[in-house]
């Protein structure tokens, strides 16, 4: 089986609410995301869900030079996130740089309000997040990034590591 083309991709969501609409544009199209696709390995995946759409998968892949949010169950998934309409807001709303995403994403995930908080599950192992280019992903938003990881006690690789298999324990 192929991989879809943009215009299967689009095909694919075009009967899904404003919210996921929103989502999925951002992923496909916004220059941070492209360059974010780029430092993951084709294999990365990660598990969508929304809250205010039970019972539905919804799975974030890349296909070629970008993120595709498709509906269906993503196999082998390294991350999982389930997100609010608040917390799409929150997130689609960043027009910066890697770092800036980052935060944002990080920050909707500790957010203690439950309709603007994002799930966030590390579901892989470290050694595949590493090899899938996640922690490259990581090194991409540079300082500020790197300042607040600091700032929620996380300075080290070995930190990130240990934070990692917390999440997969807890998740």
Not at 5 to 31: G, K, M, N, Q
């Amino acid at each position: 089986m192929g991989t879809p083309s943009l215009a299967e991709d689009e095909r694919a969501i075009e009967t899904i609410d404003p919210v996921v609409d929103r989502l999925a544009t951002f992923f496909r199209e916004h220059e941070v995301w492209r360059k974010a696709a780029l430092l993951l390995d084709r294999s990365a995946c990660s598990r969508v869900t929304f809250c205010h759409r039970p019972g539905e998968e919804w799975r974030l892949v890349r296909r070629g030079d970008h993120a595709s949010l498709e509906r269906g169950v993503a196999r082998d998934p390294d991350l999982a996130f389930h997100f609010t309409p608040a917390s799409v807001e929150r997130v689609t709303g960043v027009d910066g740089d890697v770092a800036e995403f980052a935060i944002a994403l990080f920050d909707a995930a500790l957010e203690t309000n439950p309709e603007e908080k994002l799930g966030l599950e590390v579901l892989a192992p470290f050694s595949r997040l590493l090899s899938r280019g996640y922690v490259r992903l990581l090194w991409a938003g540079g300082g500020a990034l790197l300042a607040f990881g600091s700032r929620h006690g996380i300075r080290t690789i070995g930190q990130l590591r240990d934070l990692v298999g917390r999440l997969n324990r807890t998740g």
